[in-house]
Structure formats: structure tokens, C-alpha cells
T-cell receptor
Framework: KAGVTQTPRYLIKTRGQQVTLSCSPI?????VSWYQQTPGQGLQFLFE???????NKGNFPGRFSGRQFSNSRSEMNVSTLELGDSALYLC?????????????FGQGTRLTVV | AQSVTQLDSQVPVFEEAPVELRCNYS??????LFWYVQYPNQGLQLLLK??????LVKGINGFEAEFNKSQTSFHLRKPSVHISDTAEYFC??????????????FGKGTKLSVIP
């Protein structure tokens, strides 16, 4: 059974640009959560999607957005990139909404903003 | 809201020695507790979790953790470490079902370095 797939693995963007990251959950999983990992702030929750609806959102500015498609794949978008957005972005999938006890993480997308 | 404190940012230990990684949490509601491991340039892998029942939880790779409700702690232990255990370890909590958001709140991590 394939795991959580995040693409691309690495990205370099320029300040002011926008970026889209993709996450394909484990087959049959319908909930996708996103986390940002930085050396200074650690791992922080961005948002969770289930049934194409955002269910929860962390304390991030509106430049961070996401969506989920009918096949449960999810994308997150960051507009007007800032240097501080450089981070490892991790996606986690779980079977249903609220089943964080069974969350599985992808390998992440390393975003570098220059 | 929840918060997690991992008391040691770095722990060096000799191979085959025991290790304990400490985790304390704060929450106004009951929580589930987790330990994850992250190897370089990788995502997070679940080591073990406490949901209910026995306070001693056994996980993968020989790790175990003990939930102490009175001390709000969930320390991770291994009796004998291997070089391959070198990684960063994260303690996390999530509120019980019905308490609203199910997001994970993580500690800052503990880097375990196993010395040959």
C-alpha cells in the first residue's frame, strides 16, 4: 500500500512569488492535514481538510491557503512568499475526520525562499 | 489549548546505554499522547501512542513510554540504544474526541545522538 506522497520534494522560490504544494493521501484516506516545520517555531498546524472542506485552520496569515479535491488529494498554496516561509511542509493523511490517532505523514516538501 | 514541552533539545548517549527523552504537556481537556521520530530529510514516523488504558505503552523499535497524569508527563525510554536510533524525536498531543479540533500540537523536538 503506497504511503502519503508529497510533490515536489524540493522547491526554490523567490520572495514575492507564489507556490503550490501537492499531497496525495494513502488510498482510502479522506482527511488531509498540513504542518509547517521550521527550526525556530518547530512543527505548527496549518489546516485540515475533509470532504473537500476546510475543517480546522491554524494561526497562519491568509497568504496560506489550501484545498482538497474529490479524490482526497490536497494542495496548499502560499502567495507573496516571504523569507520566513522557508520550511519543511508536511502533509498527514488519516482515514476520517478527527482520526488523528491514525495519521500518517509524507516525506515533506522542502521550500526555500530566496 | 494545549502545549508540549520537551525538556532536552539534545541528548547524547553511548551505544547500548539506556535513554530517556522527557515530555511534559499542558491541556485544559483530556488528550491523546504520541511520540514521533524523524530521520534526516524524512517525514514523521509514529513510534507509539497513548489513547487510554495501561499507562505503559510499547512501540516500535524497542521504545516504550509511560503516561503520568498527575505529573502531566509522557517520557520516552529505550533500555539499549543503537546507532540507528540517531534521529529527532517529537512528543505530541491531541484533544479527545468531542473536544473540537483534532490537530496535533508538537513539542520542539529532542535530537538523540548515539555515540559509538
Amino acid at each position: 500500500k503506497a504511503g502519503v506522497t508529497q510533490t515536489p520534494r524540493y522547491l526554490i522560490k523567490t520572495r514575492g512569488q507564489q507556490v503550490t504544494l501537492s499531497c496525495s493521501p494513502i488510498s482510502g484516506h479522506r482527511s488531509v492535514s498540513w504542518y509547517q516545520q521550521t527550526p525556530g517555531q518547530g512543527l505548527q498546524f496549518l489546516f485540515e481538510y475533509f470532504s473537500e472542506t476546510q475543517r480546522n485552520k491554524g494561526n497562519f496569515p491568509g497568504r496560506f491557503s489550501g484545498r482538497q479535491f474529490s479524490n482526497s488529494r490536497s494542495e496548499m498554496n502560499v502567495s507573496t512568499l516571504e523569507l520566513g516561509d522557508s520550511a519543511l511542509y508536511l502533509c498527514a493523511s488519516s482515514l476520517e475526520y478527527g482520526t488523528v490517532t491514525e495519521a500518517f505523514f509524507g516525506q515533506g516538501t522542502r521550500l526555500t525562499v530566496v | 489549548a494545549q502545549s508540549v514541552t520537551q525538556l532536552d533539545s539534545q541528548v547524547p548517549v553511548f551505544e547500548e546505554a539506556p535513554v530517556e527523552l522527557r515530555c511534559n504537556y499542558s491541556s485544559s481537556v483530556s488528550v491523546y499522547l504520541f511520540w514521533y521520530v524523524q530521520y534526516p530529510n524524512q517525514g514523521l514516523q509514529l513510534l507509539l501512542k497513548y489513547l487510554s488504558g495501561s499507562t505503559l505503552v510499547k512501540g516500535i523499535n524497542g521504545f516504550e513510554a509511560e503516561f503520568n497524569k498527575s505529573q502531566t508527563s509522557f517520557h520516552l525510554r529505550k533500555p539499549s540504544v543503537h546507532i540507528s536510533d540517531t534521529a529527532e524525536y517529537f512528543c505530541a498531543v491531541s484533544p479527545y474526541s468531542g473536544a473540537g479540533s483534532y490537530q496535533l500540537t508538537f513539542g520542539k523536538g529532542t535530537k538523540l545522538s548515539v555515540i559509538p
